[in-house]
């Protein structure tokens, strides 16, 4: 039943969302941040309904899974912002793009969500290898974060311009379209297929990191999914400003390590750190991580924020 209502909830605000967006246009400052309220303001009611319907103690872990992933995907924004710049994506094509990604990240995560869940139920020393696998990713993000990436090297695309006729143009926001006879990807397709390649990573921190707190796929999905609905108006609410955040990813950094420890206390005598603690971890390491970048980035500051 939980399910069935969860399902249908997001479905419909995908169909929602897809109809009110159903023409290619530039996605404006106001646009994109009513439409941001709109999302936020669906995940914290979602919230308050697993409250009401099964208990705080759900509700409490959806809350800090949601912050989690929301804290996240502002680092997916960036990449993001470079796969566009480096495929030279029209503004008006990127909220498509967007959207059928999401789509895709939905899918991709519930089936992560399944199978690292079962994997913590039935095998208890994984809880140690996902936790240790948080702890780096998280030093890796504090210490190796900003290194230059090239999208068209990605392999998965590679391998699509190989096995898949690619024409190197946008033909009118189409994914696919006939050439000569035959069905040919467009670059739009190449630049979808970059961006759901790049999700894979960061379904893997972000479920994992979820798991610590709980191991129920359905709260854990839920929280995935409203925090991953916004993360398209975000996008172009914070595109222009990514450069200000020059220390958010310290505190990511710390929210993964975070996550690890906590997984691996689990499976000792110390057993699951309270919900109430973790929320209050995670929203103070982001509160602080972005005051931090906003102050360093203030006119005046010694800091630069771009050539």
Request: glycine share 8%; aromatic share 12%; hydrophobic share 55%.
């Amino acid at each position: 039943m939980a399910w069935a209502v969860l399902v249908a909830v997001v479905a419909v605000m995908l169909a929602v969302d897809l109809f009110l967006h159903r023409d290619d246009h530039v996605i404006g400052m106001r646009e994109a941040v009513l439409w941001s309220g709109v999302w936020i303001g669906a995940g914290l009611l979602v919230g308050l309904v697993l409250w009401w319907w099964l208990g705080g103690e759900v509700a409490g872990a959806y809350y800090a899974g949601y912050l989690i992933e929301k804290a996240l995907s502002i680092d997916n924004v960036f990449v993001f912002a470079l796969i566009f710049t480096y495929f030279g994506v029209p503004a008006a094509y990127q909220h498509k793009v967007l959207f059928w990604g999401v789509i895709g990240a939905l899918l991709l995560r519930l089936v992560f969500i399944f199978v690292g869940a079962e994997l913590l139920e039935t095998f208890s020393w994984t809880a140690y290898l996902f936790g240790t696998f948080l702890i780096w990713t998280g030093w890796k993000m504090a210490f190796r974060h900003g290194q230059p990436t090239d999208p068209g090297r990605n392999p998965v695309v590679r391998l699509v311009r190989r096995v898949i006729p690619t024409d190197p143009r946008y033909h009118d926001g189409r994914f696919v379209i006939r050439l000569d006879g035959r069905r040919t990807a467009t670059l739009l397709l190449v630049v979808l297929i970059a961006i759901e390649a790049t999700d894979l990573v960061f379904a893997v921190d972000s479920v994992a990191a979820i798991l610590a707190i709980t191991t129920s796929p359905f709260t854990v999905w839920a929280a995935n999914a409203f925090a991953i609905l916004g993360l398209r108006s975000l996008y172009f609410c914070l595109a222009g400003l990514l450069r200000r955040f020059v220390h958010l990813h310290y505190g990511l950094a710390v929210l993964l390590a975070f996550a690890g420890v906590k997984l691996i206390l689990a499976e000792t005598p110390v057993g699951r750190l309270p919900v109430p603690l973790t929320l209050g971890v995670i929203a103070v390491t982001v509160t602080a991580s972005i005051v931090a970048s906003v102050l360093r980035t203030r006119p005046g500051s010694c800091e630069r924020t771009g050539p």
